[in-house]
């Protein structure tokens, strides 16, 4: 069992920056790729980004692609979502997801534990 707490979301002004956190419980934190996903209200939830056990190998959905970067910090069971040139379109919730499935998704049935998600909010 793994439990996950998101946080760092907040209100931003178009341009601006934000980093999400995500601390998970637990000594198997290493054993499972990371995600996260967002979700915008009337829609469904979206894949953001994932990252590796290791952190070695990250991957990004195109809408983000070049603005957000994912990292992990093992020693802190933490993963993080740093979020550079916020526009509007980026305001939803926004939760971590841990995976540990064979293959990478991009699915969100295929993840197995979820955080309970942190506002973000972008204004024009």
């Known amino acids: 069992q793994v439990q996950l707490v998101e946080s760092g979301g907040g209100l931003v002004q178009a341009g601006g920056s934000l980093r999400l956190s995500c601390t998970a419980s637990?000594?198997?934190?290493?054993?499972?790729?990371m995600g996260w996903f967002r979700q915008a209200p009337g829609k469904e939830r979206e894949f953001v980004a994932r990252?590796?056990?290791?952190?070695?190998?990250?991957y990004y959905a195109d809408s983000v692609k070049g603005r957000f970067t994912i990292s992990r910090d093992n020693a802190k069971n933490t993963v993080y979502l740093q979020m550079n040139s916020l526009k509007p379109e980026d305001t939803a919730v926004y939760y971590c997801?841990?995976?540990?499935?064979?293959?990478?998704?991009?699915?969100?049935?295929?993840?197995?534990?979820w955080g309970q998600g942190t506002q973000v909010t972008v204004s024009s």
């Open positions: 990252i590796s056990r290791s952190g070695g190998n990250t």
């Open positions: 637990g000594r198997t934190f290493s054993s499972y790729r």
């Open positions: 997801a841990a995976d540990s499935s064979i293959v990478p998704s991009t699915r969100t049935y295929e993840y197995d534990y």
